[in-house]
T-cell receptor, first 111, second 114 residues
Framework: GQQLNQSPQSMFIQEGEDVSMNCTSS?????WLWYKQDPGEGPVLLIA?????ELTSNGRLTAQFGITRKDSFLNISASIPSDVGIYFC???????????FGPGTRLSVLP | DTGVSQDPRHKITKRGQNVTFRCDPI?????LYWYRQTLGQGPEFLTY????????KSRLLSDRFSAERPKGSFSTLEIQRTEQGDSAMYLC????????????FGPGTRLTVL
């Protein structure tokens, strides 16, 4: 079946640093979504990407939909303590029915 | 609050018991999804409804699992004869069919099977 890989699996950064994380797939997706999940809560949608090459920002977050439609990255600038959590990417198929999630990148921000 | 809600938030049960979870999607959303999430993993798809029709089921959804969405609004997920391996977070999400494939999640129900 379809699988997504996320890298890195986990990262520790200093407050104020920029963060970059990737999501790759062997399959093509027509939509990429990035979510953040806090412990004991459901994932919260951060950014949605609909077009190959698209670059979208949401505050300090920037995400890009790869040209090949098989990858996406998420950048967080000037990290703050509340950025701590697990970041998931999700690829969505042509019909908007099949959502496949990556295993997540766990982010820790050190003060 | 107009987001996705799930009830209960936590459920502890003994092996062999039946449990039922409820999900109330965002009111205008016609698609509803159930996922299971175990520690250190992303959500794994279980099943999906468009209105009241259950359109897809994962092979993860064994015969002990059944989901319904009788009126195309709220949904229930029942697990019969629970096993310890069923312990997980059960997440519900909803979306609106169309070009914007954005799925919104509820807070989840954490199931612990003793």
């Amino acid at each position: 079946g379809q699988q997504l890989n996320q890298s890195p699996q986990s990262m520790f950064i200093q407050e104020g640093e920029d963060v970059s994380m990737n999501c790759t797939s062997s399959s093509i997706f027509n939509t990429w979504l990035w979510y953040k999940q806090d412990p004991g809560e459901g994932p919260v949608l951060l950014i949605a990407l609909y077009k190959a090459g698209e670059l979208t920002s949401n505050g300090r977050l920037t995400a890009q939909f790869g040209i090949t439609r098989k990858d996406s990255f998420l950048n967080i600038s000037a990290s703050i303590p509340s950025d701590v959590g697990i970041y998931f990417c999700a690829g969505v198929d042509d019909y908007g029915q099949n959502f496949v999630f990556g295993p997540g990148t766990r982010l820790s921000v050190l003060p | 609050d107009t987001g996705v809600s799930q009830d209960p938030r936590h459920k502890i049960t003994k092996r062999g018991q039946n449990v039922t979870f409820r999900c109330d999607p965002i009111s205008e959303h016609n698609r509803l999804y159930w996922y299971r999430q175990t520690l250190g993993q992303g959500p794994e798809f279980l099943t999906y409804f468009q209105n009241e029709a259950q359109l897809e089921k994962s092979r993860l959804l064994s015969d002990r699992f059944s989901a319904e969405r009788p009126k195309g609004s709220f949904s229930t997920l029942e697990i019969q004869r629970t096993e310890q391996g069923d312990s997980a977070m059960y997440l519900c999400a909803s979306s609106l069919s169309g070009l914007a494939n954005e799925q919104f999640f509820g807070p989840g129900t954490r199931l612990t099977v003793l």
